[in-house]
Nanobody, 127 residues
Framework: QVQLVESGGGLVQAGGSLRLSCMGS????????MGWFRQAPGKERESVAA????????DYADSVKGRFTISRDNAKNTVYLQMNSLKLEDTGVYYC????????????????????WGQGTQVTVSS
């Protein structure tokens, strides 16, 4: 089973950018569809973006469309989340997640659809 480690979080001013990375262990990373989730204090974990095994299909929460971009490099066992035009409400702990699947082009959006989670990385957007 793949293990996931996120990095790239930090403190940024509103309007700024950050790029999160999530590296998976093992040689089976390409067998997993991937997702990014976030959790703000006192709120439930919500889906932010999802990407298929191939990287050819992506999906985004309405709140981040046009600002965030999910991508992956299977040769590097890494999925990325480029976050631009950050807003105060983007603050939270960001988690990447993996779901093993035989479907090459499917994305998964619900938290319960994912099998493996990283430990999370904090993103704080200040005014």
């Amino acid at each position: 089973q793949v293990q996931l480690v996120e990095s790239g979080g930090g403190l940024v001013q509103a309007g700024g950018s950050l790029r999160l990375s999530c590296m998976g262990s093992g040689r089976t990373f390409s067998l997993y569809a991937m997702g990014w989730f976030r959790q703000a204090p006192g709120k439930e974990r919500e889906s932010v973006a999802a990407i298929s095994r191939s990287g050819g299909s992506t999906d985004y929460a309405d709140s981040v469309k046009g600002r965030f971009t999910i991508s992956r490099d299977n040769a590097k066992n890494t999925v990325y989340l480029q976050m631009n035009s950050l807003k105060l409400e983007d603050t939270g702990v960001y988690y990447c997640a993996a779901r093993g699947t035989t479907y090459y082009s499917s994305t998964y959006y619900r938290r319960e659809e994912y099998d493996v989670w990283g430990q999370g990385t904090q993103v704080t957007v200040s005014s």
